[in-house]
């Protein structure tokens, strides 16, 4: 194992009714004043009756409230400045992001940015830094799983000025807490609930395929996780309201990305880079272009990874080694990935998700940074290769 320091100062509040019940504590031990700011995205909050939900509470204890709305999927720099200077110009002492990860990211990169005088793009995202003071207080309501964000200090946002995506996770950016009901995914479109759930998968296989690969407690609990992802989207596919289908696709979002399974491990994300810079440049859904990209660059480095990738095939997809190699067994494994992606209903070419001739995916690949957590270091070159074969 990597020697490692842990931390995660986030209240996680989970269940059916936890908003009716929690909220408002939540919100009186947080908040560093009487104004909370309301933050949203496109307005399904409001056609579901969350917004109506959540503003009742507020209302009746007499909290004020601000409304940030229509933060977009791949949030922008210029969102997020708009959110910092709302929450400065209302003095607001604790910003509520209601939503999935597009509104939970702009809403942590914007509690950093009303505490800063300075540019927090060019301070903290451009290259990471050290955070010296404190973001303004954040709290969430998961209305979409996937990203895991809720748990984590991450924000990904897009600077449309230099058609750069990227995210940046500090311990500082942590919500407060957080307050999970997955009766609250039950509209979320199947689009979205599939699309999300691969996001999850994706984040877990980004870091089981890496070193080091000696007997380490993150892949055992990994692969339970991946096991869980597969199955219960299966029976949420089937049946939207089931409960416990959606409970645990909830959970198993924030369990991939709340640093636990990252611990003693090195971590791959060359996927994610590349499906950030695809966002940058077409404004692609983040799950779906995480989907076309995967099968095609893990039949890139399965060779260099022929062990965990074996193991994938085995423990993951129930794969009997029976008259296979290991390279067989592996290959078997990311082609079972493969199926799964056709069976849920997601994308596999780029074109299917807005790339067309005229897009400059040499230019887009150019943009990409190459990991060194990977089993096989990618180039450039062989980006383009990878965004070749899923056009
Ligand atoms: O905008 P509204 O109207 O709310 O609709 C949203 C949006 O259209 C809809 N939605 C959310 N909850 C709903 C609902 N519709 C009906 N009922 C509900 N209860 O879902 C759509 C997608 O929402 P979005 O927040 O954009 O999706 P997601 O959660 O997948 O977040 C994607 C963003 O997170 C970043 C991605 O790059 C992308 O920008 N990521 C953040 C990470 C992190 N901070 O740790 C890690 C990830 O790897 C990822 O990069
Ligand atoms: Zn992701």
Known sequence: MKNFIFENSTKVIFGEGCVKEYLLSMIQKFSEGNTVMLAYGGGSVKKNGIYDEVKGILDGAGIKTVDFSGIMANPTYAKVLEGANTAR??????????????????????????????????????????????PLPLGIIVTAAGTGSECNGGAVITNEEFKIKTGRDYTECNAKFVLMDPAYTYSVPKRQMVSGS???????????????????????????????VIRNLRKAVKDPLDYTARSNLMWAATMAENRIIKLGKQTDFECHQMEHQLGAYIDCNHGEGLAVLHPVYYRHIYKDGLYKFSRFATEVWGISPN??????????????????????????????????????LKAIADSCNCVSGSYRKMTHDEILKIFKECY
Request: hydrophobic share 40%; net charge negative.
């Open 198 to 228: 691969f996001d999850t998968l994706s984040h877990i296989m980004e870091i089981y395929f890496s070193l080091p690969d000696e007997d380490n407690i993150s892949d055992d609990i990994s692969e339970a996780l991946m096991r869980s």
């Open 89 to 134: 110009e209302n003095n607001v002492g604790l910003i509520l992001a209601v939503g999935g990860g597009s509104v939970m990211d702009c809403c942590k990169a914007a509690a950093l940015a009303a505490r800063y005088e300075g540019d927090i793009w060019t301070d903290f995202w451009s290259s990471p830094d050290v955070i010296d003071f404190e």
């Open 323 to 360: 008259g296979k190699n290991l390279e067989q067994l592996a290959e078997a494994g990311v082609e079972a990935l493969a199926d799964f992606i056709k069976e849920v209903g997601l994308p596999t070419s780029l074109r299917q998700i807005g790339v067309n001739e005229k897009t400059d």
